[in-house]
């Protein structure tokens, strides 16, 4: 069955697609991932978007617009996908959360906008989408959804594996002894990113190869303020999102410090943040390896930093594992896709903290019948990708 996996992160920066071709041989999932791409947002809609998210105030007008013009990007973004990677059976769109819920650590709804109905209007195929709330309405926080295809992945790796994504918001997968369990560790790219766009720092909106944090000194009153944040100290499971670590944020705490740092030195100390948290959460884990994939692995600042706080601990990107690191997400969903078409659940409840497993996804039918494969009884054991 050919997958096509679509999502925008919570770095709101474009669109991610894989084609992922999935058979099932015995208990053991066989995925060739064949197309990946990734679609800058136009620049007009990503201000639109940044402008309209939290904590800024917006209009039901805005929103209705936002589905629409996102909606029609990740129209264009899969017919491209099919046209280079040829015909699908199914697409899956995470569409971009604009909205995550939370309140006294537990998620209460979330919102992911981008109207499936422009995908199956323009591709033919029918669309999952929705794949969140689901998970929600069953106790989860409907994140991190990728943590089932961690288990998948790297459920049987000896000594213990931690799955890192670093985007805009950071999370991991820990695996350890059978189990596994699955959070939001905190901010990954997302201040940084911020301050980066807000500053004018680099027209692409993110500090490109750590060039930024390189050349900063942190400021460690301000590190140490921002790692009092009760988020960090919240049991898993636990969910976030920008509707807490955003601009305004950090501008309340450089306010609160009287802290002089300049650009460089405030993007090192975000960095830093990132690299403290993330490590602070692996040493608890206890894993002896690190799988790494998002924006964030592309930063050796970071990369370099989290190898220095951990060592005897192996950190990789997840292309090491047959997952390529900036599609991992998009391979992830195209999955999701999959579980679902065949009857089985997309989410692991040691991951997001739900009651149980559930049957993700909304489906909105392509131009012909919805046609479904047969049911399966039993879920695969593991998963192999390879290209």
């Not at 999932?29 to 800058?40: I, K, M, N, Q």
């Not at 029609?72 to 990677?85: D, I, L, N, Y």
Request: aromatic share 4%.
């Amino acid at each position: 069955m050919r997958i096509l996996g679509m999502i925008s992160g919570t770095s709101h920066d474009g669109i991610d697609v894989a084609v992922v071709d999935f058979e099932l041989v015995g208990s053991v999932l066989e995925g060739r991932v064949g197309h990946t791409a990734s679609t800058p947002y136009p620049d007009e809609l990503r201000a639109r978007l940044i402008a309209a998210l939290p904590p800024a105030p917006t209009t039901l007008a805005e929103v209705c617009e936002l589905d629409t013009l996102i909606g029609q990007s990740f129209a264009e973004a899969a017919a491209a996908a099919v046209a280079q990677g040829g015909p699908v059976d199914l697409i899956v769109s995470h569409g971009q959360t604009v909205y995550h819920w939370v309140e006294g650590a537990h998620a209460l709804g979330t919102l992911q906008i981008g109207q499936p109905a422009w995908i199956a209007e323009r591709t033919g195929a029918p669309v999952l989408s929705d794949v969140r709330i689901r998970d929600i309405t069953a106790g989860g926080h409907g994140a991190p959804l990728v943590s089932v295809l961690d288990g998948l992945l790297l459920g049987a790796h000896e000594g213990g594996a931690g799955a890192l994504n670093l985007g805009g918001i950071s999370n991991m997968t820990v695996l350890r002894d059978g189990s596994l369990h699955a959070y939001d560790i905190g901010p990954a790219n997302a201040l940084i990113d911020a301050v980066v766009t807000s500053r004018g720092l680099n027209p692409r909106g993110f500090d490109e190869d750590g060039r930024i944090a390189a050349s900063g000194r942190v400021d460690e009153k301000l590190l140490a303020e921002l790692l009092d944040e009760p988020y960090y100290r919240l049991p898993a499971p636990k969910s976030t999102g920008k509707e807490l670590f955003h601009l305004g944020y950090v501008d309340a705490a450089v306010a609160r410090t009287g802290s002089a740092a300049d650009d460089a030195g405030l993007v090192a100390t975000l960095t830093e943040l990132t690299v403290r948290t993330v490590a602070a959460d692996v040493r608890a884990a206890g894993v002896g390896t690190l799988v790494v994939s998002g924006g964030g692995c592309r930063n050796p600042v970071i990369m370099d930093g989290l190898r220095t706080a951990l060592p005897g601990v192996r950190v990789a990107p997840s292309d090491d594992f047959g997952a390529p690191a900036d599609d991992k997400e998009a391979i992830a969903f195209a999955l999701i896709g999959w579980l679902s078409a065949h009857g089985l659940p997309g989410t692991a409840p040691g991951g997001t903290g739900a009651a149980g497993p559930r049957i993700l996804g909304t489906l909105t039918p392509g131009a012909g019948p919805l046609v479904l494969p047969a049911p399966l009884g039993e879920p695969p054991r593991s998963l192999v990708l390879a290209r």
